[in-house]
């Protein structure tokens, strides 16, 4: 259970929290291009 406690550390939890932001960021932003493309799609309009 040290490792837990070395992640527990407030200067290694803010990190990772960060990086954890990013990456959900990045995710959701990806999926709502991606839903846009479809609904585009669907309407008979062409993306590319």
Not at 1 to 13: D, Q, S
Not at 15 to 41: G, M, S
């Amino acid at each position: 259970m040290e490792w837990l406690n070395a992640l527990l550390r407030p200067e290694i939890l803010a990190l990772l929290i960060a990086i954890v932001a990013v990456f959900l960021v990045a995710t959701h932003k990806a999926n709502h291009r991606h839903q846009e493309r479809i609904k585009n799609i669907k309407n008979d309009f062409s993306p590319d």
